[in-house]
């Protein structure tokens, strides 16, 4: 059974704590730090402070989720679908690198609307643009023209960028 990286969601202010309980039980993680630049009355200071708020990745197999579960300060798995979240390993990778090159990160949510321009990023119509055309529930229908066809697709939201 190959290793999986998935996102935990913790308790409230704990990121930094369940990190280092789980690498003392041996479990690969990894919990995305953004170095920002906080002012007090007499000095400025560069602290770490988690980007993603009450989440940590872990890097495990099925049979290690009971571990991470059982660990102090874990809420539980981030589902998708029914299923704990897969984050793709180059998702990580750009996270690392982002947060390595640059200070004071901030996170934008994306949400997508009718009628906006979108790149498909996964799946059988990887790369192809569109426009969406309806959204329900995590399912957005795009219409892509292309070929002289117009083919419109159900597709997950997670699989769309705006352009």
């Not at 890097?59 to 029914?82: K, L, Q, S």
């Not at 059988?124 to 309806?134: A, I, K, S, T």
Request: proline share 4%.
């Amino acid at each position: 059974m190959t290793a999986k990286w998935l996102a935990i969601y913790t308790k409230p202010r704990w990121e930094k704590k369940v990190a280092s309980l789980l690498t003392q039980k041996g479990i690969e993680n990894y919990c995305p730090l953004n170095k920002v630049r906080r002012k007090w009355s007499d000095r400025m200071k560069l602290v770490e402070e988690p980007l993603f708020k009450s989440y940590v990745f872990v890097r495990v197999t099925d049979e290690d989720r009971t571990a991470v579960r059982m660990t102090d300060g874990v809420i539980n798995f981030v589902y998708w679908d029914g299923k704990p979240a897969i984050i793709k390993d180059k998702e990580i990778v750009v996270i690392r690198q982002f947060l390595n090159e640059h200070e004071n990160v901030s996170l934008v949510k994306v949400d997508l609307q009718p009628g906006q321009q979108v790149r498909i990023t996964a799946g059988p119509l990887m790369d192809l643009e569109g426009r969406v055309l309806e959204l329900k529930n995590k399912v957005a229908k795009v219409l892509i023209e292309s070929m002289g066809y117009m083919l419109v697709a159900d597709i997950e939201k997670n699989k769309l960028a705006s352009k």
